[in-house]
């Protein structure tokens, strides 16, 4: 057993020098990421909104709620959304940072009063918890707005009113998704390109097929590459993550040590898939055609670059199985909603199996030559 974790820890020590000593390496491990992250981060770290992205959910039948909810359609100020008509679809749009808020017309709203014969009601804003001055600043211009109406029609009486709740969840900014997906694609650069440009080449130098001579295991040689690029990948993405909390300003809710955790099942799962496709490839005229049906179908379909929400169901359905989907999907829950692993159980299920999958082959397929 020593000889087999001296064997271990000293080829993760090559390993990891031999990435740190090729500028190369280091540039698309470390720094090529980091070129995405502020070209998307750019893109959607600020927002220039000069409106609030609503949803007006008309519950009334009154003439006046259906005037009300025209002219509310009309001001620059609202950005209405058409298809949000109703709350649970409204607090699901609030979440992914799609509305900033939701506006109710209760049933009686704008209904005549019994005796005073005039219209009354109150419209309710609902929003976030990250969200509060969206929502708080929504209620004062409806407010304002109520203000007039009443004076039109009675003076003084407060007919129409305004009261904002604030949902438990949180919403995610699209730099919030963003930045999960980015964290994705670095982990592809670091566990699949890795190993798909490394081996062919040592295979080309016969520097594999020396090491078949020895008593080296092919466990240990795998299990020295998987400790060399989790200290490489966490080098990485502590980068990005240093990057987007003082540039971007990333608020992390969840907890650091269960992240950490997470990064680390994840590489190790990512890596098997490069382990394979390198093990088993002759050359690189083998490696990158393989390693590019394997990778663009995930970089595309897993949320790397934009939600899969956005995707039709039946591609979101398939989508979730792949095995980078459950990788960023568990990195997001994290660092937005804090989610914790008893939360991310189905996530954890799914990595789980594929890395049983990824590994298998991978020792079934690998070559020395």
């Given at each position: 057993?020593?000889?087999?974790?001296?064997?271990?820890?000293?080829?993760?020590?090559?390993?990891?020098?031999?990435?740190?000593?090729?500028?190369?390496?280091?540039?698309?491990?470390?720094?090529?990421?980091?070129?995405f992250?502020?070209?998307?981060?750019?893109?959607?770290?600020?927002?220039?909104?000069?409106?609030?992205?609503?949803?007006?959910?008309?519950?009334?039948?009154?003439?006046?709620?259906?005037?009300?909810?025209?002219?509310?359609?009309?001001?620059?100020?609202?950005?209405?959304?058409?298809?949000?008509?109703?709350?649970?679809?409204?607090k699901?749009?609030?979440?992914?940072?799609?509305?900033?808020?939701?506006?109710?017309?209760?049933?009686?709203?704008?209904?005549?009063?019994?005796?005073?014969?005039?219209?009354?009601?109150?419209?309710k804003?609902?929003?976030?918890?990250?969200?509060?001055?969206?929502?708080?600043?929504?209620?004062?211009?409806?407010?304002?707005?109520?203000?007039?109406?009443?004076e039109?029609?009675?003076?003084?009486?407060?007919?129409?009113?305004?009261?904002?709740?604030?949902?438990?969840?949180?919403?995610?900014?699209?730099f919030?998704?963003?930045?999960?997906?980015?964290l994705?694609?670095?982990?592809?650069?670091?566990?699949?390109?890795?190993?798909?440009?490394?081996?062919?080449?040592?295979?080309?130098?016969?520097?594999?097929?020396?090491?078949?001579?020895?008593?080296?295991?092919?466990?240990?040689?795998?299990?020295?590459?998987?400790?060399?690029?989790?200290?490489?990948?966490?080098?990485?993405?502590?980068?990005?993550?240093?990057?987007?909390?003082?540039?971007?300003?990333?608020?992390?809710?969840?907890?650091?040590?269960?992240?950490?955790?997470?990064?680390?099942?994840?590489?190790?799962?990512?890596?098997?898939?490069?382990?394979?496709?390198?093990?088993?490839?002759?050359?690189?005229?083998?490696?990158?055609?393989?390693?590019?049906?394997?990778?663009?179908?995930?970089?595309?379909?897993?949320?790397?670059?934009?939600?899969?929400?956005?995707?039709?169901?039946?591609?979101?359905?398939?989508?979730?199985?792949?095995?980078?989907?459950?990788?960023?999907?568990?990195?997001?829950?994290?660092?937005?909603?804090?989610?914790?692993?008893?939360?991310?159980?189905?996530?954890?299920g799914?990595?789980?199996?594929?890395?049983?999958?990824?590994?298998?082959?991978?020792?079934?397929?690998?070559?020395?030559?």
């Amino acid at each position: 057993m020593k000889r087999s974790f001296y064997t271990i820890s000293t080829f993760a020590r090559i390993n990891t020098r031999r990435f740190f000593r090729d500028r190369l390496s280091i540039f698309f491990g470390i720094l090529f990421p980091l070129i995405f992250l502020f070209v998307f981060g750019g893109i959607f770290g600020q927002s220039n909104d000069v409106s609030f992205r609503v949803a007006v959910i008309n519950n009334s039948s009154s003439e006046f709620a259906k005037d009300f909810t025209k002219n509310l359609k009309k001001q620059k100020v609202f950005d209405v959304d058409a298809e949000a008509t109703r709350l649970d679809a409204a607090k699901e749009k609030m979440t992914r940072s799609q509305l900033d808020a939701a506006i109710v017309l209760p049933k009686d709203f704008g209904t005549p009063n019994a005796k005073t014969k005039l219209p009354e009601g109150n419209a309710k804003v609902y929003y976030t918890q990250n969200n509060e001055q969206a929502g708080q600043t929504l209620s004062s211009l409806l407010e304002g707005s109520f203000k007039t109406i009443n004076e039109n029609l009675t003076g003084s009486v407060d007919l129409f009113t305004v009261s904002g709740e604030q949902l438990k969840n949180k919403s995610l900014s699209p730099f919030d998704y963003t930045f999960s997906g980015l964290l994705g694609f670095s982990l592809l650069g670091i566990g699949i390109f890795g190993p798909v440009n490394v081996f062919p080449e040592l295979k080309k130098q016969g520097i594999l097929r020396r090491l078949s001579t020895t008593p080296l295991k092919v466990w240990e040689y795998f299990s020295s590459i998987a400790i060399s690029q989790t200290i490489i990948g966490l080098v990485s993405l502590a980068v990005m993550f240093g990057v987007a909390i003082t540039v971007f300003d990333l608020n992390i809710a969840g907890n650091f040590l269960e992240l950490i955790g997470f990064l680390i099942f994840s590489i190790v799962l990512v890596l098997g898939i490069g382990l394979a496709i390198g093990g088993w490839a002759k050359n690189e005229r083998q490696a990158a055609p393989l390693s590019n049906i394997v990778v663009f179908p995930m970089m595309f379909l897993s949320g790397t670059f934009f939600p899969r929400f956005l995707m039709p169901e039946w591609l979101q359905n398939a989508s979730a199985f792949l095995p980078l989907t459950p990788v960023i999907d568990g990195i997001r829950l994290i660092i937005t909603e804090g989610a914790h692993y008893v939360a991310l159980l189905p996530q954890l299920g799914l990595m789980a199996a594929w890395m049983v999958v990824v590994y298998v082959v991978a020792f079934r397929v690998f070559r020395w030559e």
